[in-house]
């Protein structure tokens, strides 16, 4: 069974940077869908950026392209997220969240299968 633990996070003030780390196991499929997402209070849980390894492909939510960076080790099995240039209205609980292929549209938690169990992030002004 896929397991997926978040790690990373933690309070910076705004502009810092933090890297998050999801660690996988469990997961054999050749091609896979893994991505961030973050759930602010009162807020709906929204996709921040994914990866499809079927077609090695990344995308990232409008809100911080540019800023952060998915990425993933394979050796590891560890998929990371990259965050600089951090702004308050990033503070939220980022989760790790996986799918097997095929994984189509991947801002949707609703398409994602297995979820870490979170990581807060704080940015201060």
């Known amino acids: 069974q896929v397991q997926l633990v978040e790690s990373g996070g933690g309070s910076v003030a705004a502009g810092g940077s933090l890297r998050l780390s999801c660690a996988a196991s469990?997961?054999?499929?050749?091609?896979?869908?893994m991505g961030w997402f973050r759930q602010a209070p009162g807020k709906e849980r929204e996709g921040v950026a994914f990866?499809?390894?079927?077609?090695?492909?990344?995308y990232y939510a409008d809100s911080v392209k540019g800023r952060f960076t998915i990425s993933r080790d394979n050796a590891k099995n560890t998929l990371y997220l990259l965050m600089d240039s951090l702004e308050p209205e990033d503070t939220a609980m980022y989760y790790c969240?996986?799918?097997?292929?095929?994984?189509?549209?991947?801002?949707?938690?609703?398409?994602?299968?297995?979820w870490g169990q979170g990581t807060q992030v704080t940015v201060s002004s």
């Open positions: 969240a996986a799918n097997r292929a095929p994984c189509l549209g991947g801002f949707d938690y609703r398409n994602y299968k297995y």
């Open positions: 469990g997961y054999t499929s050749a091609s896979y869908c």
């Open positions: 990866l499809y390894t079927g077609v090695g492909s990344s």
